[in-house]
């Protein structure tokens, strides 16, 4: 069973920062990307950051680009997303995705909200 274990969401203020993490765990086989996808009340999901992990190819919305940097650590289970000078707009649950081949897999989501 896999299992995509987040953490790191909560409540800041405009232009604070925060780190999300997520551990991935089981028969997840070889890992060939990983990202960060956010969801916003009666919006689509969307993605925010993502990177291969053949190429290190790392792509990243054009709203957070400058404010937000994607990681992974070196066993390769884990990955990061730091974010940085957050603005409301920034506020929606934030899912871990990690793909292994042609199969995707997703965390439970996590909150993340931006206000004064």
């Known amino acids: 069973q896999v299992q995509l274990v987040e953490s790191g969401g909560g409540l800041v203020e405009p232009g604070g920062s925060l780190r999300l993490s997520c551990a991935a765990s089981?028969?997840?086989?070889?890992?060939?990307?990983m990202g960060w996808y956010r969801q916003a009340p009666g919006k689509q999901r969307d993605l925010v950051a993502g990177?291969?992990?053949?190429?290190?190819?790392?792509n990243y919305a054009d709203s957070v680009k400058g404010r937000f940097t994607i990681s992974r650590d070196n066993a390769g289970n884990t990955v990061y997303l730091q974010m940085n000078n957050l603005k409301p707009e920034d506020t929606a649950v934030y899912y871990c995705s990690v793909t292994s081949g042609w199969v995707r897999y997703w965390g439970q989501g996590t909150q993340v909200t931006v206000s004064s």
């Open positions: 089981g028969s997840i086989g070889r890992i060939t990307g």
């Open positions: 990177l291969t992990t053949g190429g290190s190819t790392i």
